[in-house]
């Protein structure tokens, strides 16, 4: 029998369940021999004090009937996943997905082959984590069918049933114990969920560089994960999912700077803190894990600005390291480095990493142009580049001033004849 918890307890759930658009599609779904349940993550966290960002849900109609029942409520329907059995409502803009009752019959580590049911016990059987698997209906019960809420209480991640098959049926699962755990646990890795992960390991060979991507994304922000960072550098999985070394030390050293370095709660400053010391690092996270131009962009100027720093934030002279990082900004945009500051540390002479962030954060917009050269009778072409270039570094060299003066003298010297200024 479906344990079951009543819901009037929990006042989210209640909240939720009073929500208009939560409220008219569930009344859309139900009667006439169908339920529908809230499903998944929603669940989990209203039960756990998290905000909900999306709400999925779980019926015992198929696909065709869930979008009759909406074109009849006035939603549209969006068949986003019609092979599964998930069709996407949307009321006033606000999606929800649909998915009918379903039992896997084939898997082969990254995808499965199901057939649909009635039976949300049955439904439960086939999903990862136990915490995943409570369900709400419309009435306002919790319905849990694996010892998720004993789980959840306990904060600890744990697959349905075996956990080598759970991982067998689709080897993310590997992952996303990870990321779960670090965003949701408390206390050690599940013993039985890690061991069959690591047996199996090999597997994540077999994902596509996109849904590791996605995964690992979400993993390395969560709030735990630094520690299951170091959890997974025992277990050997970096160096099939980022194909080379990572700098565990480095990304946990960052990231206990992110209340001064904001950047690093983003993705993309976590990986590269996580897996970049050259351009070279960068080109290859690009390809392996299918980034986007934007994201590549990024980790590849952070990768030159962390190769420019080596050694200057040792030095002695104060004047130089603030040059540097004068042109780093110029080349780079000061949040790139912020970030590669973050990620390098103080180095040994510990410089105020604050200090050097307000430094960046500080330096303006390179005010010269071409057309200024061009008003001082400078013709088109290639020396329009060397003169401006000669300019910036005296720019940099003087403190990077706005004034008019100030900007007409370092035109004037740009021009002249003579080696540039040093």
């Not at 599964?84 to 898997?107: A, K, M, Q």
């Amino acid at each position: 029998m479906t344990p079951v918890m009543k819901g009037g307890a929990f006042d989210g759930l209640d909240k939720l369940l009073r929500d208009r658009e939560v409220a008219e599609v569930l009344d859309a779904l139900n009667g006439d021999g169908e339920e529908t349940r809230i499903v998944g993550g929603a669940v989990r966290n209203l039960l756990m004090g998290l905000p909900v960002t999306e709400v999925d849900l779980a019926s015992t109609a198929l696909p065709n009937e869930v979008t009759r029942r909406a074109a009849l409520a006035g939603f549209k329907a969006v068949p986003t996943g019609i092979e599964h059995g998930t069709v996407t409502l949307v009321l006033r803009g606000r999606p929800f997905e649909v998915t009918t009752l379903r039992e896997d019959i084939e898997t082969d580590g990254r995808r499965a082959v199901v057939r649909f049911g009635r039976d949300f016990a049955a439904d439960a059987l086939r999903r990862d984590f136990t915490m995943n698997a409570l369900t709400l209906d419309r009435a306002g019960e919790v319905h849990d069918a694996v010892g998720g809420l004993t789980d959840l209480k306990a904060r600890r991640v744990r697959f349905i049933g075996d956990a080598r098959t759970r991982i067998k049926e689709d080897f993310l699962r590997i992952l996303r114990l990870f990321r779960f755990h670090a965003s949701y646990a408390t206390g050690p890795l599940d013993a039985e969920g890690l061991a069959a992960a690591i047996s199996l390991r090999e597997g994540l060979r077999l994902l596509s560089a996109e849904r590791i991507r996605n995964e690992l994304f979400k993993l390395i922000r969560a709030p735990g994960a630094t520690a299951t960072a170091q959890e997974m550098l025992a277990g050997g999985f970096w160096p099939l999912i980022l194909g080379g070394v990572p700098h565990v030390s480095r990304f946990t050293s960052a990231i206990e700077r992110q209340s001064t370095f904001p950047e690093m709660n983003e993705a993309v400053s976590r990986l590269a803190a996580l897996a970049l010391l050259a351009s070279e690092d960068a080109a290859r996270l690009r390809h392996r894990l299918r980034l986007s131009n934007a994201e590549a962009a990024s980790l590849s100027s952070i990768a030159s600005i962390l190769e420019s720093l080596q050694g200057v934030l040792s030095q002695s002279d104060d004047a130089r390291l603030k040059w540097e990082i004068a042109r780093l900004v110029l080349d780079n945009g000061a949040k790139n480095v912020r970030t590669a500051l973050a990620i390098a540390g103080a180095g040994p002479r510990s410089h105020d990493l604050l200090e050097l962030s307000r430094f960046a954060d500080a330096i303006p917009a390179f005010p010269l142009s071409g057309a200024d050269l061009i008003r001082r009778g400078i013709r088109p072409g290639p020396e329009i580049g060397r003169l401006l270039a000669k300019a910036r570094i005296d720019w940099i060299r003087r403190g990077c001033p706005l004034e008019k003066p100030a900007l007409a003298s370092i035109l004037e010297r740009a021009t002249e004849k003579g080696p540039a200024p040093n």
